[in-house]
């Protein structure tokens, strides 16, 4: 499948959240394999260390660095410093430590920005579920994309592209995952409401994965029952793989999609999708 991908991101520069594993290290893989330069982020430096040297290793021009996206400076410094040094090259090296301001430094510019950053800390029910797991579950989910890009805003280019990544359970409540999945419903309004706002020059968009086995969701590959009960219900008979997430997200990032803003692609193997 790799000989058939084009280049359609020559030139750009994309940033990916929680991108060091998962669905969000393929978004960015794809992504820089089409040829962006691809900004990667987590909380742990040895896993943006090792995302960083499997990407370099693919032929793909990527930094990346902790960001904790709660974090306000955090976001901020990714940002400012990816701007500054895509404009001054190599005059500006400056060990910067933090989300934004590390874009600013790096690049001088911002094209694709993929919110994929989520949490789930509780499987209680949603009556049964702690005010500050509600909290966490808010500000992860959807508060800190909110507050990403606005600080994102003012660097966008235009023709920018923005994809946020929700979840099929934003459509189809799963035991366990009924909260998360209200975050994840607000995610599709939040598309809606910011592809209005930030019209003509940057799109909004929004890929809404099916069952993907992944450390995130790991009781895919850990517990048979689920899994198969899960792929029954798809119409395909299969789980989701994180290169299927990564195609679409890449779709909506695209020049491909330069007609379409505000709408949610779901890529869960035709599992029901209807709010």
């Excluded at 520069?13 to 794809?30: C, L, M, N």
């Amino acid at each position: 499948m790799e000989k058939n991908i084009g280049k359609r991101f020559e030139g750009k520069v994309a940033i990916v959240t929680a991108s060091t594993q998962g669905i969000g290290f393929a978004i960015a893989e794809r992504l820089g394999l089409e040829g962006a330069a691809v900004v990667i982020s987590s909380r742990r430096q040895k896993n943006v260390d090792e995302a960083v040297e499997k990407l370099k290793g693919r032929g793909i021009e990527a930094m990346g660095l902790i960001c904790h996206v709660s974090d306000a400076q955090h976001r901020k410094d990714l940002i400012a410093k990816t701007l500054r040094v895509y404009v001054n090259d190599i005059a500006y090296k400056l060990a910067f430590e933090t989300l934004f301001f590390f874009v600013y430094q790096r690049y001088g510019k911002i094209d694709v920005i993929v919110c994929n950053a989520a949490a789930n800390p509780s499987v209680d029910g949603i009556l049964e579920s702690k005010e500050s797991v509600l909290d966490k579950l808010w500000e992860i989910n959807v508060k800190t994309s909110i507050l990403l890009l606005q600080d994102a805003a003012p660097h966008l280019q235009k023709g920018s592209s923005i994809v946020f990544v929700s979840s099929v359970t934003a459509y189809q409540p799963s035991q366990g995952l009924g909260m998360y999945g209200v975050t994840k419903t607000a995610l599709l309004g939040l598309t809606k409401a910011l592809a209005a706002e930030m019209a003509p020059d940057t799109r909004v968009n929004c890929v809404a994965p099916g069952f993907v086995p992944t450390n995130f969701a790991s009781y895919l590959t850990t517990n048979e029952g689920i899994r198969k009960s899960i792929e029954e219900k798809t119409l395909l008979n299969r789980l989701g793989t994180t290169q299927d997430m990564a195609a679409a997200a890449a779709y909506l990032a695209s020049d491909d999609a330069s007609y379409v803003t505000g709408e949610t692609l779901v890529v869960a193997g035709g599992i029901p999708s209807r709010l």
